[in-house]
């Protein structure tokens, strides 16, 4: 809220958004009852699978430059290796009095770096009522694309990312 806010008083526009993506994660059949059962679940419990992205309109930051106005550079953040709420307990844990040790999983960072639509700014969307309110119910999702991913293994780029 209060980005939202800092944007509409400095630039009278939002140009810059949160959005999300998901996908599942390995993780997720190792502490199902933890990281969620199905999808639904995964996608509250799971932060393996979870990336939150700033998605940063290039055209209202150079409103001469010939960048399309849906076009925008998201930088995302993410993690992998959490299986447990604590990061010192190293990934081990009791469950009904049983010890498993997940020790050799690794907690991490990545960063990510893509190309996102703001499906609020393509013109056609514009100018068609309805479309414009599911581009703006959509808006919280990233849209999956060309990705390059960062973390403590070195850089890779995914085809589409989730």
């Known amino acids: 809220t209060g980005m939202a806010m800092t944007e509409q008083y400095f630039w009278e526009e939002q140009r810059i958004k949160i959005s999300y993506s998901f996908h599942k994660s390995p993780l997720r059949a190792l502490r199902p009852e933890e990281l969620g059962y199905n999808y639904i679940t995964g996608v509250l419990k799971d932060y393996n699978g979870l990336t939150a992205w700033l998605s940063v309109n290039i055209r209202s930051f150079a409103p001469k430059s010939k ?33 498993f040790d997940y020790s050799s999983i690794d907690r991490y960072r990545k960063i990510y770096f893509a190309p996102d639509i703001n499906l609020q700014k393509i013109p056609y969307v514009k100018r068609h009522r309805n479309l414009y309110i599911l581009a703006k119910f959509l808006s919280p999702l990233k849209i999956a694309l060309p990705t390059l991913s960062w973390d403590k293994y070195g850089m890779k780029f995914h085809p589409f990312y989730f």
Not at 88 to 95: A, L, Q, V
């Open 67 to 99: 960048f399309p106005p849906w076009l925008n550079l998201a930088i995302g953040y993410g993690a992998y290796g959490m299986l447990t709420g604590d990061p010192k307990d190293n990934n081990i844990f009791y469950s009904q009095g049983v010890k």
